[in-house]
């Protein structure tokens, strides 16, 4: 029979457990446990559908469906048979024989089952009832095993010890309880180590963090006293140039004062105890030349007395060239002048006449500012230095490279005698073309086009205008001012940047539709 089989394979099962299997955790087998014990004890199969339904791969699940095929098939073997008609008698075979037989070699509780189903009172039961009890008890025995190899605590092992003393699997729940106290010493020894070695990191952590705390302390205290030594040398040096210049100044004030005595004196012993005291002194130059004007003076009113008194202009001549600043040097100038006056001021008018040079008509009036040909000489001055000027203004309108010189030329010389090639020339640069010349500040490189225009020529890679200005793209208006072709593209480009800080906004014309850019000067 399959059902029978099947028990003896569990009953097997029973009893040669695989210890090393891991069963299911020890609160679900609690309940698995008993509602196991409810089917085994159970009369209908209710229970024990039960348990398959919570269970259908449990620690029971074969065992609980050999349970229900017993208890069905005790059901049909107890149930009443339908009524039949009385037939003859048949004889009868006695089946207790055999069901005995049957539950004495059987492995399970089914057959026992059967044989009390059909024999309650039989000459058996009693020992079917014991051998049901029996296989019972292994089936709770080997649950109880299970509980204990699935537990990760003594207890269970213990309890199984304790209640099964003379069970063949007490030496493998005692080995079990034996691994579990191992296991737990090895986690509590693997905790402990873990334990020490979060101590030991902390402990490193906190060495770590004192030495931090006590180098940047140290760092702090290092760096305080080199800002006390700085501040305390500042102070010393404060100190020594406040008294160098209190030093300074005493000195210049006593320098002052020698001097004020050596400048007041008409003697040279005061300015000789100047030298005397400040060699180098601000004013020595002055003592000297005071100690040489003092010691001069006899020797001045001697020479003065004789070109005074003199009737030549040799004795005055000789003054002057020793004393041309010399207290008399006027009066001997005009001394000499009144001697030679009149030979002097017709051989100096005549130079003036003669001479295409304002030189000799200066002296002539530095000598005779008020001689009978001083009007006409001033006349020939003013004369002569328009004609100069007009042919510098010309030269600088000749050799200008814009029109603004030539404009200037026509300004003050409308009459000159330049005026038609000053005006021809500035047309030439109103109309003429220029070189290219670079605008570095904006990165553009222009010219003045045979149109009078500012066209340009290229633009550099790394200014602002790369990518919004192009060579052959003409500027028509600088800061919403057109272009004046009198000035360079350059002297428009640079003025703009110069009075709008560095600002250009631009109009450019490109096609149909003027393009507008503001462009920003380089630094």
């Not at 009832?129 to 537990?151: G, P, W």
């Not at 000159?416 to 005006?423: L, N, S, V, Y």
Request: hydrophobic letters at 45%; proline letters at 5%; aromatic letters at 6%.
């Amino acid at each position: 029979m399959v059902g029978t089989a099947a028990q003896a394979q569990n009953l097997d099962a029973f009893k040669k457990p695989n210890i090393e299997k891991a069963p299911a955790a020890p609160a679900a087998v609690d309940i698995e446990r008993a509602t196991w014990q409810a089917c085994a004890t159970a009369r209908t199969t209710g229970p024990c559908d039960a348990y398959l339904r919570n269970y259908p791969r449990g620690s029971y699940a074969s065992i609980a469906q050999s349970r229900i095929e017993d208890i069905r098939r005790a059901q049909q073997t107890v149930a009443p048979a339908p009524a039949r008609p009385q037939l003859a008698p048949v004889p009868v075979v006695d089946r207790e024989p055999k069901l005995r037989a049957s539950c004495e070699a059987s492995l399970t509780v089914a057959l026992c089952t059967n044989y009390l189903a059909a024999f309650p009172s039989g000459p058996f039961a009693d020992q079917a009832r014991s051998k049901i009890a029996s296989l019972n008890t292994a089936a709770l025995e080997q649950a109880a095993f299970v509980q204990c190899q699935a537990s990760t605590s003594p207890g269970f092992c213990e309890a199984f010890v304790a209640t099964y003393p003379n069970s063949n699997l007490v030496a493998a729940a005692k080995a079990q309880t034996a691994v579990i106290v191992l296991q737990a010493a090895q986690r509590a020894a693997a905790e402990k180590e873990q334990a020490a070695k979060r101590e030991v990191a902390a402990k490193a952590e906190a060495e770590r963090r004192a030495a931090i705390d006590k180098d940047q302390a140290a760092q702090r205290d290092a760096a305080a006293k080199a800002e006390a030594i700085r501040r305390d040398a500042a102070e010393k040096e404060l100190a020594a140039q406040r008294e160098a210049t209190a030093r300074a100044q005493a000195s210049a004030e006593q320098d002052r004062r020698a001097f004020a005595a050596c400048d007041a004196a008409t003697n040279i012993a005061p300015c000789e105890a100047y030298l005397a005291s400040f060699p180098t002194g601000a004013s020595s130059a002055a003592a000297r030349l005071k100690i040489s004007t003092i010691a001069a003076t006899e020797s001045e009113k001697s020479a003065a007395a004789a070109c005074l008194n003199g009737t030549t202009a040799t004795s005055c001549e000789k003054y002057l060239a020793i004393y041309p600043a010399g207290s008399s040097a006027a009066a001997a100038r005009s001394r000499i002048m009144a001697l030679n006056a009149a030979d002097q001021e017709c051989s100096a008018w005549a130079q003036c006449q003669t001479s295409d040079t304002v030189l000799p008509c200066e002296k002539y009036l530095a000598s005779f500012p008020a001689g009978a040909s001083a009007q006409a000489a001033r006349g020939l001055i003013a004369k002569i230095n328009s004609a100069e000027l007009e042919k510098t203004a010309w030269a600088q309108c000749e050799t200008g490279k814009t029109v603004f010189p030539c404009e200037k030329y026509l300004a003050s010389f409308p009459a000159g005698r330049f005026t038609e090639p000053a005006r021809t020339k500035i047309k030439v640069f109103e109309t003429a073309e220029t070189e290219p010349e670079a605008v570095a500040a904006l990165g553009l490189v222009v010219r003045r086009n045979s149109k009078s225009q500012m066209e340009v020529v290229s633009v550099q890679g790394n200014s602002s205008a790369m990518g919004y200005v192009f060579g052959g793209d003409i500027i028509s208006s600088i800061n919403d001012k057109p272009y004046n072709p009198r000035e360079t593209p350059r002297a428009s480009l640079e003025a703009a940047i110069a009075a709008d800080n560095g600002r250009v906004e631009v109009l450019i014309m490109r096609g149909a539709a003027p393009v507008s850019k503001v462009l920003r000067a380089r630094r």
